[in-house]
């Protein structure tokens, strides 16, 4: 088995409204329940979390560190979630990632294979 991350995020150039707070709870028991099968699969890696829309980006230019502050609406997506599970290639966590219940809500779903370092 190796190691995929699941990452939840959001076009933000997008013309899409973000969900409302109401669609947002409707969300949260499909999302509980698909997280809970990951798990009852013992295929969850990790606990998911959720995380905000700020952040800090740090570049450097002329030999000086940067740091910028979020939201980062230059750039097309925010991430929003990110769960860490297991899977035997990349079509067994891709089946188990468009089961994600926020692209209902027009979330994005990405998913990345772990490569061992070394």
């Known amino acids: 088995m190796q190691e995929f991350l699941i ?3 959001r076009d933000l150039t997008s013309d899409k409204p973000l969900p409302s707070p109401e669609q ?4 949260l028991k499909p999302y509980q329940e ?5 798990g009852a699969q013992d295929k969850l890696v990790a606990l ?5 829309l700020q952040g800090r980006i740090i570049t450097q ?9 979020g939201p980062f609406t230059e750039g097309k ?4 979630g990110v769960v ?3 899977a035997n290639d990349y079509d067994e966590a891709v089946t188990i ?22």
């Open 97 to 118: 990632a468009e089961k994600c219940p926020i692209i209902e809500y027009g979330a994005i779903v990405e998913v990345r294979m772990a490569i061992p370092m070394g």
């Open 48 to 52: 998911p979390k959720r995380w905000d």
């Open 84 to 86: 860490l599970i297991k």
């Open 77 to 80: 997506a925010s991430v929003g």
């Open 34 to 38: 698909w997280i809970a099968g990951i």
């Open 61 to 69: 230019a002329k030999s000086k560190k940067q740091v910028a502050t």
């Open 24 to 27: 947002m709870q409707m969300a």
């Open 7 to 9: 990452l939840i995020h």
